[in-house]
């Protein structure tokens, strides 16, 4: 059938009639709020490159951790920046670490928040890697995963509910899965950063988290945009090695991959709205060129749409406002 006989429009005239046939519904259960976490005491930077963004040292997460919670938000994802820095970022992997006294100070807040914390290097060493360097320029797989595992015990350690690799070394999820069986947490999920582009839209977390590299790109480690059955391939390999839930990241740009992962995988998909996608719609609505509440929706909405079952994303207190959280 078609016009006159069906009207499209019918559905649309009505707001309740709307919200019956609505295909796609964000939910504040569907989001994870990222928090940076600073090295001292009583301080609450501003990012001038993500408004509304901080980071926190760890007694300043009282009132954020309560905050997020009041909102209905279920969990928090932790990045830390140390005081010091090696090349072998050493400060990842100590106990008394920036993201260890973070965990344990929130599960003491909030026991109820799901605590999840990124294992990388870049932001632990000096030259700005993910990895340890092998001579000059390149980074050493194998060696990496051992330090990558000390870091994902450690933060088990602490408490972390959920260890989220983002490094993009081969083998690290396995690796890492084995090496926390070994120390007695075998109920330790794994959110693996499966499918990590080589993205231009890290610029801001990169001032946030001071873990720009000083040489080179990750064009080694991360995946090149444009390749779409290579991100199906990192996916499968991580799912077999034990993660339980895979992230595609960024989220916008690749709204494909995200489908094409849960199609072909059905397991729990994760998508990061990552901060330069949260800093151009600030940057615009900043201008007074867009609405930054309803463009904020649309992208979280299209984000949902496309197959992600969680979202990590900057405006995720923003949006369980919104939502009603």
């Known amino acids: 059938m078609a016009?006159?006989?069906?009207?499209?429009?019918?559905?649309?005239?009505?707001?309740?009639?709307?919200?019956?046939?609505?295909?796609?519904?964000?939910?504040?259960?569907?989001?994870?709020?990222?928090?940076?976490?600073?090295?001292?005491?009583?301080?609450?930077?501003?990012i001038d490159s993500m408004p509304g963004v901080f980071q926190l040292s760890?007694?300043?997460?009282?009132?954020?951790?309560?905050?997020i919670y009041a909102l209905g938000i279920p969990g928090v994802l932790l990045f830390g920046i140390p005081e010091h820095k090696d090349s072998m970022g050493s400060a990842a992997y100590n106990d008394a670490g920036?993201?260890?006294?973070?965990?344990?100070?929130?599960?003491?807040?909030?026991?109820?928040?799901?605590v999840i914390t990124d294992v990388c290097l870049c932001e632990y060493t000096d030259h700005g890697h993910c990895g340890v360097l092998e001579g000059d320029t390149?980074?050493?797989?194998?060696r990496t995963l051992e330090l990558l595992a000390r870091q994902a015990v450690s933060h088990a350690r602490a408490g972390s509910d959920m260890i989220a690799p983002s490094d993009m070394m081969d083998g690290r999820v396995g690796y890492i899965r084995k090496t926390l069986g070994s120390e007695g947490y075998t109920q330790t999920p794994l959110m693996s950063?499966?499918?990590?582009?080589?993205?231009?839209?890290?610029?801001?977390?990169?001032?946030?988290?001071?873990?720009?590299?000083?040489?080179?790109?990750r064009k080694t480690y991360q995946m090149d945009p444009s390749n779409a059955r290579e991100a199906l391939n990192e996916v499968k390999l991580d799912i077999e090695e034990g993660a339980?839930?895979?992230?595609?990241?960024?989220?916008?740009?690749?709204?494909?991959?995200?489908?094409?992962?849960?199609?072909?995988?059905?397991?729990?998909?994760?998508?990061?709205?990552v901060s330069g996608e949260y800093a151009l719609v600030k940057a615009a609505a900043g201008r007074g060129w867009i609405n930054d509440e309803a463009v904020t929706m649309e992208v979280l909405t299209s984000i949902k749409r496309a197959g992600a079952d969680i979202i990590i994303s900057y405006a995720a207190k923003d949006a369980a406002r919104m939502l009603g959280g």
Do not use: W
């Not at 760890?58 to 905050?67: A, F, G, K, P, Q």
């Not at 390149?138 to 194998?142: A, E, R, T, V």
């Open 138 to 142: 390149s980074i050493d797989n194998d």
């Open 98 to 114: 920036v993201i260890q006294r973070a965990v344990r100070e929130i599960k003491k807040i909030c026991p109820e928040l799901l």
């Open 3 to 46: 016009y006159p006989v069906q009207r499209m429009r019918r559905l649309r005239a009505h707001p309740a009639l709307r919200r019956l046939v609505k295909e796609t519904s964000l939910s504040v259960d569907d989001l994870i709020c990222p928090l940076f976490i600073i090295y001292g005491k009583d301080k609450k930077i501003p």
């Open 193 to 217: 950063y499966a499918a990590k582009f080589c993205s231009a839209f890290y610029g801001p977390f990169r001032d946030a988290a001071h873990s720009a590299p000083a040489f080179g790109d």
């Open 58 to 67: 760890v007694d300043r997460l009282r009132d954020e951790v309560r905050d």
């Open 244 to 273: 339980d839930i895979v992230m595609v990241k960024p989220a916008l740009a690749y709204l494909d991959i995200i489908r094409m992962v849960k199609d072909t995988f059905g397991c729990p998909t994760a998508a990061y709205n």
